[in-house]
């Protein structure tokens, strides 16, 4: 088991609509396994709303991703993926983890949206945790809609300005 | 002794200082929660669609239950399985756990 911590310290997520590529720093963040048999769940989410002065109701939402991400996974200035404990082994192929895709940018499936995650960025908080690993929601391979899942901004809001983390443990 | 509240997740969408999501902005991803109000509540995972569900405080409705996974699931599942789409090794999650870990 190897508990990580994915951290965003301040992002306007961009309003993507189902099955539209992603561009560079545009979501939240990108999970993808890191072999085919790997499994992760995901044991909480926390974003809190930093936006300064407007109303900036936020639709975030965690959903697989129909289209997998190709190529080495890495962040936008202000975000990052860390161990949670200093002395957790290193896994042979950890998770890949980013906003920004190499190659190819994953899209957002249209039917497997997993938790809504919305806030009023304008001093809003969203809080999520699961209680058992069998209630978490989980990434499992590398496959399509399995593999891949993202945290990212849907459309019909008005995004504003965030920050966050997301905890999960591969198995 | 096992009781399901075991298994439930926690939410906190926190709106007390801030505009909010009123009901007229609720939409996919946005659930509404006024200016001025807090929801705190707990959450279950839909065992056939893998969903995380906020369970509403106010609904007095009964919930779609899966007596084959013991579990119970969305309105939507519910719905599917009243329709006779059982849950199966394709569809139950926790079947799935079972059979790839």
């Known amino acids: ?171 | 002794m096992f009781s399901k509240r075991e298994l439930e997740g926690y939410v906190l969408i926190d709106h007390r200082n801030s505009p909010g999501v009123s009901h007229e902005q609720a939409q996919r991803g946005l659930v509404a929660v006024p200016g001025g109000t807090m929801l705190e509540s707990p959450t279950f995972l839909c065992s056939r669609c893998q969903k995380t569900i906020i369970l509403n405080p106010d609904r007095s409705r009964s919930r779609g239950y899966c007596r084959k996974c013991d579990h119970d699931i969305c309105d939507g599942c519910s719905l599917m399985l009243k329709l006779n789409h059982e849950c199966s090794l394709d569809t139950c999650y926790h079947i799935k756990r079972i059979t790839y870990t």
Not at chain 1, 72 to 98: C, E, H, I, R, W
């Open chain 1, 1 to 171: 088991m190897a508990r990580r911590i994915t951290i965003q310290k301040g992002i306007t997520p961009a309003a993507v609509a189902d099955t539209t590529a992603f561009t560079s720093g545009q979501a939240f963040a990108f999970w993808r396994g890191g072999s085919a048999t790997q499994y992760t769940r995901f044991w909480e989410i926390s974003l809190s709303g930093l936006a300064a002065s407007t109303s900036s109701p936020t639709p975030m939402v965690f959903a697989d991703d129909s289209t997998i991400s190709v190529g080495a996974l890495t962040f936008a200035a202000g975000g990052g993926d860390s161990y949670m404990d200093p002395f957790t082994a290193a896994l042979a192929a950890p998770l890949n983890v980013g906003n920004i895709a190499a190659t190819t940018f994953p899209q957002r499936d249209t039917a497997n949206h997993k938790m809504q995650c919305g806030l009023n960025a304008f001093g809003g908080v969203y809080f999520w945790r699961g209680n058992r690993a069998e209630e978490c929601p989980a990434l499992y391979g590398t496959a399509v809609s399995l593999g891949d899942m993202s945290l990212s901004s849907f459309t019909g809001g008005t995004p504003g300005l965030i920050s966050g983390h997301v905890i999960y443990e591969t198995s």
